[in-house]
């Protein structure tokens, strides 16, 4: 196994032990809404964001532990968001990673529910972080305000909102970017930011985390594309096609197959180029920006 | 116009344009999700909670504008999930303040969105009041995370659980208060409490403020029962008789109508009571107690 695969392996592992710890037992008998969360982040998500967090604060020469929090929320934000985005309102999508989707296993009102209670532990998550902690305090209110916009109106549900005004329409590749600048991108912006913010980086530093985020945000996007043009069901764990059939503007319907991995390759060598700043133990983040361009699912 | 009434209408005032100030423009074309998120929260609510904690704060000795952008947060947990719960999937309700609900004036999906976009703004409403502000950080931290908790899954989203989970079930009137102590009464509880924390107050007063809570809080919803029972829908400004239509278990349908008038107005006895260790300057919350109890809509 490569030092790689070995080192995104054990980020996997500790981002799926701390997520289940950080969500307490209800406080009464009632649990189907707390198993409904549960159930939304343990499926096998590839956890890029947290793992991107944890990875930003090592390399900015702070401790991965003082992250971790901040990483958990952030999945819990991405974990939320698709469950809300697999309702019958939204996408209607009856399958994620393989599995049937919350509202399916649960039913529409728990899901909701569950959602709603994912987004609320994450900032709850973060908010604990304030006591007894080696972070500084200004950095630890700076990171949990970056997570609160880039998921907010202005950021991630802004994209939402900009895929689902799009659905049907003609829009240019201009839209497009923007859509998933907004609905992928800002949560990995936060993510790589408030990585090194929790580490106390200077600007100089965050701004090019920032900037290797939007390129393998985009990158990422581009390849989700592809995948669900050409890939086929079982390796994605979902519905197959499912952007063609339902008119949706794509990478691929604007580009082709074949520009859009052209697209997707300048991106990750632009990204690739931001890492200079970070030195030559930045070989890892390198080497992710490769995987998500070129992953099969 | 008597000074209580006064004094709770600068309050609202003061509110409703503070809420406005704190939806930021959206920073792109789509404006829709930003629309329904002002819909959501400007609609002539009575702003119960966010008064609650300006008034708590003043009384503990802090200052109403360091409390402000807690007390709106709070208002905007409770708006989200007003749009959440008239959603289809939860109660489906089509009229809220008598008006269209949010997902009738904006459709299904955008009124998802506007809820988690006003979940997210609460959040992001506190945490940018870490910077420059005379509130100590530790007090607004301690805030931030009593409105996470009690909005919670352990909180107000328990709440809504054990409602759905009983729905169409006999339940007794241990698990009708302790619905509603979640549901309803976890938010009041935060409101009050937040209130004190932000103005420095000691645990003692921080503790009056919760029982005051919580005594409040299950006599507006043994009122709110007994208006849904023998109110009109004009001053409801809702659907009345629809917890009977929907079978719902409630305090009239347990205890019956002047056996629940009784009741409120003991735990507005009790409410008072707790007051005291804030002096005679408690005078409007004691008023607030009465008028939430013999309230009409």
Redesign the interface.
Known sequence: MSNFKQKFDEYRQLIDKSLRNYL?E???D?K???EA?AYAFTGGGKRIRPLLTLEFCRLCGGNIADALPFACAIEMIHC?SLV?DD????DDDVLRRGKPSCHIAY????A??A???L???A??TM??K??GSAVL??NA?RA??EL??Q????GM??G???D??SEGKDIGLDTLK?MHS?KTGALISAACKIGCIIAGADDKKISSAERYAKNIGLAFQITDDVLDAIGNTEQLGKTVGSDENKNKTTFVSLLGVEKSLEQADKLTQKAKGELEIFGEDSEFLCELADYLAKRDK
Chains 1, 2 share one sequence.
């Open positions: 307490d209800p406080c009464f009632e189907i809404v707390y969360m939320y809300h309702l019958p309102c939204m039913g529409e009102a728990y909701l529910l959602g709603d209670g987004l609320t532990l900032f709850e908010l604990k304030y006591d305090p200004q209110a949990a305000l609160a916009k998921a907010g109106h202005c549900i802004g939402q909102t900009v689902i005004a923007l907004l």
